[in-house]
């Protein structure tokens, strides 16, 4: 079993940053594979980054390529997304999620785990 709490979110102003963290309890969480969602009311889950176990492997939805940045500390067992140039429409839950398999990533069905989500909110 792996525990997922995030944390970061908050009000920022359109152009801002905020770093959303991912803390990973439980067993092996770090041989896992680790992503963030994001899903506004109403809406499904949308793909935002994912990162592999070591780190060395990440992927990055095309809407916030060059914007946004995922990686991990293994060795505190967390994860961040590093959000630049925030634009309103960045405005959703974000949700932490580990999986098991490097397969599928963009995918949320891929995923074992997920945390209760961070709201990021930014103002134009």
């Known amino acids: 079993q792996v525990q997922l709490v995030e944390s970061g979110g908050g009000l920022v102003q359109a152009g801002g940053s905020l770093r959303l963290s991912c803390a990973a309890s439980?067993?092996?969480?770090?041989?896992?594979?680790m992503g963030w969602f994001r899903r506004a009311p109403g809406k499904d889950r949308e793909f935002v980054a994912a990162?592999?176990?070591?780190?060395?492997?990440?992927w990055h939805a095309d809407s916030v390529k060059g914007r946004f940045t995922i990686s991990r500390d293994n060795a505190k067992n967390t994860m961040y997304l590093q959000m630049n140039s925030l634009k309103p429409e960045d405005t959703d839950v974000y949700y932490c999620?580990?999986?098991?398999?490097?397969?599928?990533?963009?995918?949320?069905?891929?995923?074992?785990?997920w945390g209760q989500g961070t709201q990021v909110t930014v103002s134009s």
């Open positions: 439980g067993r092996t969480s770090s041989y896992y594979c």
């Open positions: 990162i592999n176990w070591s780190g060395g492997i990440t």
């Open positions: 999620a580990a999986a098991r398999t490097q397969v599928g990533l963009q995918t949320a069905r891929t995923y074992d785990y």
